[in-house]
């Protein structure tokens, strides 16, 4: 059984032939509200790289929403220390970029460090 991708009942080739303004029409208010504004210069200058069929696109503009006709596509995205490789799938439509190279790492504890004080070398199993 293969899952057919839809977002608000239309299909993926749908939502590309669609204008941005009827676009806008199925998104929530944050993201209608974005467009409806326009974009930055920034995000102006990577949509005209996104369609010049480049093969992968470094960028540093996280606030840019993914749009149909980026899906397809691979993006680096700066997460402020190194470029994440993204592939855009359908399914991160109306999503900004910035929500796929997260900016913090998990906290990983381990043993107490150099340093430390001979009180917190003994660390409780659980």
Known sequence: ??????????SLEELQKMSLDELAKLLPARQRRTLKRGF???????????????????THVRSMMVLPEMVGRRLLIHNGKEWKAIDIKPEMIGYRLGDFALTRKTVRHSSPGVGATKGSKFMPLK
């Open 40 to 58: 930055t210069p920034d995000q102006k200058k990577l949509l005209e790289r996104i369609r010049s069929k480049e093969k992968a696109i470094k």
């Open 1 to 10: 059984m293969v899952k057919i991708f839809s977002f608000r009942g239309k």
